[in-house]
């Protein structure tokens, strides 16, 4: 029992680092590639070069798809938050009856198949008579965005000391004053990394918009239909290595303030904890 105990930590130790290899170092060639002068991803590289960043600028499509996902990102984030908080608000304040289920359907997008919500989402629009465009876009990131969102908000209220908000009701405060002046600004911090959380993975999302999507493609399809093209490899790698330290330096300023809000309301759980 003994040996074992002294083989297990460094076995697991060896397991994290192999599991970590594989998954990023295929994401570490992702950039190397990116400023190879060839057109084809392969050791040794042809040389150095930024023309396929430069060009990047030049594409309208990309600008076009780039503006898209901006939309989206942005009303996204902004729904999700929103409904973020109102759920969260209600499942750490109040014990009604049905309110794990409820909790449970609301996290339900993380673990179903994301193929199987989209094409049911894509059932419910064509029945309600909805076009496919960047609004249906939007509706499906917002299902999918706001299990995140209650995660990273939950955080924020669930240590909230509830006498502020009473000794803002015995002060003749409303409710609605009380929650605009005292509440919201205690979970600021968990409000901003609900929103950048939500803004990244709207970014990335691509099985929803690909069912959602109509003429106007976002930055997931665009670079879905240049993958067709041989030629166009090196600009999406180019464009995906942005979308990658993009999307690094969102959730890694998400978590510091998810991180910030923790300790704000003494409570250390959430999502990346």
């Known amino acids: 029992m003994t040996a074992i105990r002294r083989f297990l930590p460094g076995?697991?130790?060896?397991?994290?680092?192999?599991?970590?290899?594989?998954?990023?170092?295929?994401?570490?060639?992702?950039?190397?590639?990116?400023i190879n002068t060839a057109a084809t991803p392969?050791?040794?590289?042809?040389?150095?070069?930024?023309?396929w960043y430069e060009d990047?600028?030049?594409?309208?499509?990309?600008?076009?798809?780039?503006?898209?996902?901006l939309i989206v990102g942005?009303?996204?984030?902004?729904?999700?938050?929103?409904?973020?908080i109102l759920a969260a608000r209600s499942i750490t304040r109040y014990r009604y009856p049905g309110r794990r289920a409820i909790n449970g359907l609301i996290m339900a997008p993380l673990v179903l198949p994301e193929v199987i919500v989209a094409i049911s989402m894509l059932l419910v629009m064509l029945q309600l008579g909805l076009s496919l465009s960047l609004f249906t876009v939007v509706l499906g990131h917002v299902l999918v965005c706001i299990p995140y969102s209650m995660t990273v908000l939950t955080s924020g209220f669930e240590g909230f000391?509830?006498?502020l908000e009473e000794a803002s009701a015995d002060l003749g405060e409303s409710a609605f004053g009380t929650f605009r002046r005292v509440t919201l600004p205690m979970v600021a911090p968990a409000i901003i990394s609900s929103l950048l959380v939500c803004f990244t993975i709207s970014l990335d999302e691509f099985i929803i918009a690909f069912f959602l999507t109509g003429t106007e493609a976002t930055l997931p399809i665009y670079i879905w239909g240049q993958l067709r093209f041989a030629a166009k490899l090196p600009g999406v790698l180019a464009l995906g290595t942005l979308l990658l330290f993009a999307?690094?330096?969102?959730?890694?300023?998400?978590?510091?303030?998810?991180?910030r809000a923790a300790r704000r309301t003494q409570n250390e759980g959430g999502l990346y904890a």
């Open 11 to 34: 076995w697991l130790s060896t397991y994290a680092v192999l599991y970590l290899l594989f998954l990023y170092l295929p994401v570490i060639f992702l950039p190397i590639f990116s």
């Open 42 to 51: 392969k050791f040794p590289l042809s040389g150095v070069t930024l023309h």
């Open 56 to 69: 990047l600028p030049r594409t309208p499509a990309l600008i076009d798809a780039t503006w898209n996902s």
């Open 74 to 84: 942005v009303s996204a984030s902004i729904l999700s938050t929103v409904l973020g």
């Open 161 to 163: 000391d509830r006498s």
């Open 247 to 259: 999307s690094f330096l969102l959730m890694t300023i998400a978590e510091i303030l998810r991180r």
